[in-house]
């Protein structure tokens, strides 16, 4: 049972959150979209997390999951972009052991490690992907041919944290976040809702507001700076509008994003100097 938990929290701490039963929902919510990439995000966790038992790593870091959650991250995405076959888990093997080695690198300095171990890692195996001819980058289109279609957008939102563009999936991560805590739970849909306006006042193109692009990254700002006072909202709000510009910048130049955005803008905000 205590190794199940470990293994279910590196689901949960995806979206930052210590739970169980919440990485189960998030679990469920990529099996129900996706099995080779439910495969994909088993292998990133149990690889990513048994290095850094291995290497005798802090063991309240490992039973929270926090060296689990970008090798899940990796995984799904080395499946997401490569496909399930041998080529892809060699690099989803190798991404993995590198995402708990640069998670252990960016440890304990002044500003959080996020996900920024997963972007990191998952670049590097894209790039040795290219060099290898195991992948080729699609050039992002901008054309707009839809309306606004809130249930999606705001479901997507939620899915597409983890690549999973299912609306079913978006709604079992949101109830894994209120399952963990309501707070958390209404500054995840803020965040979805609101990096969804954003995009729609600055013209961005409906089509990527529609399936979430421009609210995933704000989903993880929100629950980023979560918290029951009233405060919290502008700083969550500050660092969703930052998300959303970067976002739409790295689209422009055919950045592969993941949640660098997300963890560029939550880094800048925490930045700044706040007066108490």
Not at 28 to 57: E, F, Q
Not at 241 to 263: C, D, E, Q, R, W
Request: with cysteine; aromatic share 12%; glycine share 10%.
């Amino acid at each position: 049972m205590h190794t199940i938990k470990i293994f279910l929290r590196g689901f949960s701490e995806v979206m930052l959150q210590n739970n169980a039963v919440t990485g189960l929902f998030f679990l469920a919510g990529i099996i129900y979209n996706s099995y080779p990439m439910a495969i994909g995000a088993v292998l990133g966790n149990i690889i990513s997390t048994y290095l850094a038992v291995i290497l005798k790593y802090n063991n309240d870091d490992i039973i929270a999951g926090n060296y689990g959650f970008n090798g899940v991250l990796v995984g799904i995405a080395s499946v997401f972009f490569l496909g399930l076959n041998a080529p892809s888990i060699a690099l989803l093997v190798i991404g993995s052991l590198l995402s708990t080695l640069v998670m252990k690198k960016l440890s304990g300095r002044n500003l959080p490690a996020l996900t920024a171990p997963f972007v990191i890692s998952t670049w590097i195996i894209l790039v040795m992907a290219i060099i290898l001819k195991l992948f080729t980058p699609s050039t992002t289109s901008f054309v707009s041919t839809q309306s606004f279609l809130l249930l999606q957008t705001a479901s997507e939102g939620f899915g597409q944290v983890m690549f999973q563009g299912n609306v079913v999936t978006g709604i079992l991560f949101l109830i894994g976040l209120f399952v963990s805590s309501f707070t958390v739970g209404l500054f995840s849909l803020f965040g979805t809702l609101f990096g969804a306006i954003l995009a729609m006042i600055f013209q961005f193109p409906m089509d990527m507001i529609n399936i979430g692009l421009f609210g995933f990254n704000a989903v993880l700002c929100g629950i980023a700076f979560s918290g029951k006072n009233i405060k919290s909202l502008l700083p969550a709000a500050a660092s969703i509008l930052l998300s959303v510009l970067i976002m739409f910048g790295m689209l422009k130049l055919n950045i592969i994003t993941l949640t660098a955005p997300f963890v560029l803008a939550t880094w800048i905000v925490k930045l700044i100097p706040v007066k108490k």
